[in-house]
């Protein structure tokens, strides 16, 4: 009975220290079709390094992307959209919420709505890509984010 008791505290202690390790070292969910590395900071932003496309200047060059989450009081400048004609025609109110990534520069790279009324999406975007940040910075080397932002269409 006591090699039983002593075979269980030894596998409980080893599945403790592999518990450990891989929540020192940031691994809380696996890697899709990209390397990734998972830093946790003190605000909970997770950056990643994944591997860009090819170019002929430069092989080895890598993209940092920070997952910055609600971006909306991020913006230097976030225009209002223009409320569709048909949407407002159509008595069409509610929330959009549109998935944008900005670029090292604080230009916004690519905006796509991914939640709201559809006759409501459109305008959301194109606000969204004129919008602007200051750029990100990690470790001095500038980073690409990608968050969300949402805009409120109310008639008034």
């Known amino acids: 009975m006591l090699v039983y008791g002593l075979r269980l505290f030894v596998a409980l202690i080893t599945f403790g220290v592999g518990v450990a390790a ?6 809380d969910r696996p890697a899709r079709f990209e390397k990734r590395i998972f830093v946790d900071s003190v605000s909970e932003t997770r950056v990643f390094v994944a591997d860009a496309p090819r ?13 910055g989450g609600v971006l909306n009081e991020k913006a230097v400048s976030k225009p209002e959209p223009a409320y569709p004609p048909a949407a407002r025609a159509a008595g069409v109110t509610g929330r959009v919420v549109v998935r944008i990534e900005i670029g090292e520069t604080g230009d916004v790279v690519t905006a796509e709505a991914i939640d709201g009324p559809s006759l409501l999406r459109d305008a959301a975007e194109e606000a969204a890509r004129q919008a602007r940040f200051s750029p990100t910075r990690l470790s001095g080397e500038p980073v690409r984010v990608s968050g969300v932002i949402t805009y409120d269409f109310w008639l008034r």
Do not use: N, P
């Open 22 to 27: 891989s929540w020192l070292i940031g691994f």
């Open 55 to 67: 170019s002929a200047c430069d092989l080895r060059r890598r993209t940092r992307v920070v997952m």
